[in-house]
């Protein structure tokens, strides 16, 4: 499986994109950047969005995306949530005021966008793979989701605070391949990480102290002011984690 950093920066500036990651192609977890990043004939491949939650830095590039693709696809982008975060996004961004409501255009039968709402903790197949949403703890339902496939198991980490869920369900499981979560604020702003349902890099160090991870695990989400500082810490605090790169495709080959 070939996972494409298109932006993974917890906020906007020159050479800082937001999250949206490419998975084979088709597949896209978030729509942060897709539509700064991605070319057009690119953006015409993508059949399905997973969507962790309703925060702009998150689903702000499906609007533009909707926009680019339509009329030039002969079947909708399937979108999908749990429930809450759907009905976030009808109710608060495609609501014909600050953007048209692609899941009616040009009708509600062959829509643009095909909202799709799954269930946490079920495992749904998509694609070739099966996608499984886990309920984080952020200002607003956040998601983590579990994508199994030939390649084994990898936990991508929708924006989260201190949280418990996930990290019961990924103990031990075997085939755990990469857990990719953010880290947004250096240690001396633990107060805005709070408040923002953010980590800092000693709250991630404890995160993964409670699922026990032994996989290889992927920071993510940093606000661009304190890139540097956040990366000093986790050198420090949590050596054996990677940060992941812009505009790099990360490889995860099928299990042997
Ligand atoms: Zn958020
Ligand atoms: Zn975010």
Known sequence: MRYR????????????HL?????????LIDAGSVSAVLEIPAQLKIESVLLTHSHLDHV?????????????????????????VLEA???SLLNNVLWPDFTEIPNSHMPILDFR????GTATPLGHFRVTPIRLSHTVVSLGYLLEGDFGTLLHLGDTGPTEAVWHMVKGMPNLRAVMIGTSFPNRLQHLADLSGHLTPQGLKGELAKGDVK???????????????????????????HILEEGKEYSFPPIP
């Open 5 to 16: 950093v298109l932006g993974c920066s917890g906020g906007e500036a020159p050479g800082y």
């Open 19 to 27: 999250s949206s990651f490419l998975l084979d192609d088709t597949v």
């Open 60 to 84: 702000r590039g499906l609007c533009h995306l909707a926009d680019n693709v339509f009329g030039r696809r002969d079947r909708p982008i399937s979108v999908y949530s749990i429930e809450p």
């Open 89 to 91: 996004l009808k109710t």
């Open 117 to 120: 709402a799954i269930s946490e």
């Open 215 to 241: 996989a290889n695990v992927y920071v993510y989400h940093m606000k661009p002011p304190y890139v540097s500082e956040i990366a000093e810490e986790l050198k420090q605090l949590v050596p054996e984690c």
